[in-house]
Every structure is written in C-alpha cells, then in structure tokens.
C-alpha cells in the first residue's frame, strides 16, 4: 500500500484530510487529564515511564476506551501489530461508535496485510460519513490490497481531483495508473505534484523509478539547482540524490551518476538496522534443521494442495519477467506479490520465541498441514478465475524455502537468477527506504543466497527450478519450455507474447516486463564496473563462476 505522508507548509491552505482529521479527533476528545498526558508523550516519543503510567491506569480500568487506543498506539510504535490489532478489536466491542478508533483498527489491518477485513471496517466507517476522504482512502487501500485496481483506482481519481494541492494523494493516484499500465497519466499525476512542490523527492523518485522513463535536460538541471539549496530535508534529498543518479546513467554520465547513487545509499544506511548476527544465525539454522532425513520424516505432513507457484530470489533479478511469463499461460493466473508466507513466519517466531528453524523443527504433521491450508485460505482472496494454479512472486521468499516445503510440500519453487554484479548494482540503484546496503553487503547478502539455495538443491533435489536471466533473454523459447517442464503443464505460444498480457503489475519492472524480451541491459552494470570493486571483492567466487555455483558453498 502507499500511504506516504509529506509535511506540509504551515502557509498550505488545510485541504479536506486535515479537516477530516481535524473533525475525527473533535468527535471524542480526551478529557481525562492523565490519558492526555500520555497521549501527548506518545507524540512526542513514546518512553519506559510512558508505557508505565498506561499500564498501571489500564490496570484500574480495564474497560476505558480510551485508553485502550492509547495503548494500541503504544504498541503500534513498537510495532507489535498484532497487540495493537487487539487493543483496537477489545476497544470496539465495548464502544462500537468509536469512530476514529475503528479507523486506527482499519489502518492497523492494513498493515497486518488483513485487507478484506479491513474493507469491512471501511465500508461501516463509510457508512457514518461516505463523504470523509480518510475513510475513502482506507477504502481504496484495502481494495488495492485485495487487486480491485481498477475500483481502488476510481477512487484514487475522485480524491487527487479534490485535492489538487495534496502531493500524496496525486502520487498515490500516479502508483495505482502505474500499475494497471497507464504511463502516460500516471507521468502526468507525478508531475502534477512536483509542479504543486518541486523539491518534493518522492515526486521525482516516482518518476526515476519508471524504469522506462528519461528526464529530460531540464529536469536534470532542476535535480542539481535542488540539491545545492539547504532547506530541504534528509528524506527529499535522498530521494533527489538517487533520482539524479538516474538522470544522469541515462545521459551515460556513468561517474557522476554513481557518485549519487552512493551519496544517496551512504545516508539511507544510516537508518537501516541489519542485524549481521540474526541474519546468521537464521541461516545457519536452516542449514542444521533441513537435512533428507528431517525432510523424509515430515513427507506425509502439510498442506496437499498443488496450486501455488512460488518465484523468489534476489530483487531485481527478473523474477517479474518470469511472473508474466507464467501468468500468459491459460492454467496459470498471476496475483501480486503476496505477504503471506512472510507474515506466517513472523507470527511462529513472535509466538514462540526463537528463529523459525526452531519453531519448526517442533511443529508436528497436523500444525504444518494447519498453516499450508491458513495460506491458502489468505490467498483466496486474490483469486479471480478458475485457473488451476496461481503465482505468489515475493523475492525474499527464499528465506522462507524451508517453511513452503513443509506446510505446502507440492508446490513449485522458480528460483529467478541474475548476474550476481548486475542484480546488486541494481539494488544499490534503488531506493528501499528501510532495506538499503553498501555494496560490500550486498555481495555478502548475494552469496548466503547462493549458499542456501544451494543447499536446498542438495537436500531436496528437483524440488526447485532455476530460472538463468540472461538463459532466458538469450534462448527464451528453450528456457520457457524447460519451465513448464517443471511445472508439467503443456507449453503456450502465448507465453512467448507475454509483453501483449493485460494486468496490473506493482513491481519496478511493471513497464519493461510490458515490452518484448531485450538484451539490451545485459552488460549495463559494466558502465560502472570501475567503482564497484567492493561488490566484485565481496561475491568472490560467486561472481566468477556465475551461473554455477561454487564447489564450496
């Protein structure tokens, strides 16, 4: 979902969400002196003592509204979603009027990634005021979440039309036309914002991240006059940095286009906690738990079901091109990168404590046939026909390996790979906001990869297909039969015309995936080989025996 949020002058005329706000917080206002103390402290950094204070009061009085959405937004801020979802769902038993408690629970679901149920909270919220534009976006949210685009897309319009000066609400307009293909107005909706705040960084990085758009010279000039000036903040000139890297690869400026990316990445990676030693551990767990044996004695367990398509690998590394590939075939339908998977491992490990391996090294047969068919279940909402398979593309699934083969043991797994330099860089290009890596790190990242891929490979041979990128570009007939091999469904010509498939696709290859197959950035990566030894030292072996994997691993 796209629920950004930008300051705002405090000369801006207030526009219908700050009224709506305004008028939703007037509806109960705190009136107990110490809930508003808290409340205030919650604003302003939420403290041990804080925490404290809500709890001893919550002891007295259980049954107080109020302070049950307090102490949902204390959760929240710890981002203990599940809590908070609580706190909420308590809340709105006792006082169901609670307006702009339902609407935190609905935002809250959202993040849960529970998106029919939050359309159920916004569809009652509609119900007390259809006009409020908080309670529209929630809506149009939750029906984006479900793949209603073109609904969800209406009502994006209709608020973006209402509010000409509200930037987030014409780049929440420009990302739902991006996805259902439409470039050409959703380049207008970006340039709508930046005209209403030039200096606003997500405006420019929307358009940066059309993979297929250029600046023009103008714009490149913009970019640069911005980023001397010294007013603007951290989060704008970061996005203004790597948006002028972008700007300038295109003008083939391959210098100065890194010296950008890199300013940009160095300061993102101040806020990026990566915990080394977690990620370890976790890796090293999953490399103890899966061996034949302990795959052999769990055979009979999990969920039957042989529907899910399962594409995961690095970012960047063609896995949408698979995705539309796949999603051309008659049998196969395509949904969007899903969550579910990630979210059942988080909440095993929150349950119980301790790294999935652990968790699920305990699990008998009945729990892992539960969770396979709690998948499926979650994933039902995103199917629209009666094809007999659908695809789940969410990259980082790889780390999940273990978990897919257990709760669901008949499902594909497409292993998309891509030149280890060139799928990186490609990430050192982008702006994840909280996943950014220097280039050493992401050669670490690249090779732990390879390793557990490899060792799945080993422990569970033929369970898993690789998808080579530039095998793909190269002999894409070939390889694209050698893929429905796997899956052992016959070959389509249609699958060759993937580029002529009509559907939405959110990821930032949603517009060259919509053209036919190109080499033409096969080599791209080594217009900026000369600055990338950190990444060429990091991968190693990886990286000069591509696509094989090396003997060690």
Known sequence: MNNRTEPRSSLAPQNTFETAASQLRAQRPLRNPLLRQIAAELRNGQSEDTGQKLEKYLARHADDPDAMVLAARAASRLGKLREAESWLASCLAIAPDFVAARFRYGK?????????????????????????????????????????????????????????????????????????????????????????????????????????????????????????????????RVNLMFSLGKALED???FEQSFAWYARANAVRRLSVNHDWDRISARHAGDLAL???????????????????????????????????????????????????????????????????????????????????????????????TGRPFFIDKAPANYHQVGLILLILPN????????????????????????????????????????????????????????????????????????????????????????????????TPSSEQVRRPITSDALEHWRNFEPWLSPLITSLGAVLADYPAVPAAM
């Open 108 to 236: 809250i679901l959202m993040q849960r990634h529970c998106y029919r149920q939050a359309l159920v909270e916004a569809e009652r919220l509609l119900e007390q005021d259809s006009a409020s534009p908080l309670f529209r976006q929630l809506k149009a949210d939750a029906l984006r979440g479900i793949g209603e685009d073109e609904a969800s897309l209406a009502i994006y319009r209709q608020l973006a039309t209402e509010n000409p000066a509200d930037i987030t609400c014409w780049i929440n307009y420009g990302d739902a036309l991006r996805s259902t293909g439409s470039q050409g107005e959703c380049i207008a909706a970006y340039r709508h914002a930046l005209a209403t705040r030039p200096s606003f960084g997500i405006g420019w990085w929307s358009l940066a991240n059309l993979k297929t758009f250029r600046f023009s010279d103008t714009d490149r000039e913009t970019l640069q006059i911005l980023l001397k000036r010294t007013d603007i903040g951290t989060e704008d």
């Open 251 to 253: 003008t083939e400026e």
């Open 290 to 384: 899966f061996t034949p044996d302990f795959l052999a004695s769990r055979k009979n367990a999990g969920c039957p079901a042989g529907g899910p398509i399962f594409i995961l690998g690095r970012p960047r590394s063609g896995s949408t091109l698979v995705e539309q590939i796949l999603a051309s075939h008659s049998a196969i339908e395509g949904t969007a990168e899903l969550p579910y998977i990630a979210d059942i491992a988080a909440r095993l490990e929150e349950e119980h404590g301790a790294d999935l391996s652990r968790v699920l090294a305990n699990l008998d047969g009945a729990s892992l046939t539960r969770l396979g068919e709690e998948y499926l279940e979650r994933v039902q909402i995103h199917r629209r």
């Open 411 to 506: 499902a594909k797994i497409i292993d998309a790979r891509r030149h280890p330099a060139a799928c990186c860089f490609s990430m050192f290009k982008h702006n994840y906001i909280d996943s950014n890596l220097r280039l050493a790190e992401l050669g670490r990242v690249y090779r732990d990869y390879v390793s557990l891929m490899s060792h799945f490979d080993r422990v569970a041979p033929d369970r898993i297909h690789r998808v080579i990128h530039e095998n793909l570009v190269d002999s894409p007939e070939t390889q694209i039969r050698q893929l429905f091999g796997y899956l052992g469904l016959p070959f389509e010509e249609s699958c060759l015309r993937f580029h002529e498939t009509k559907r939405t696709i959110r």
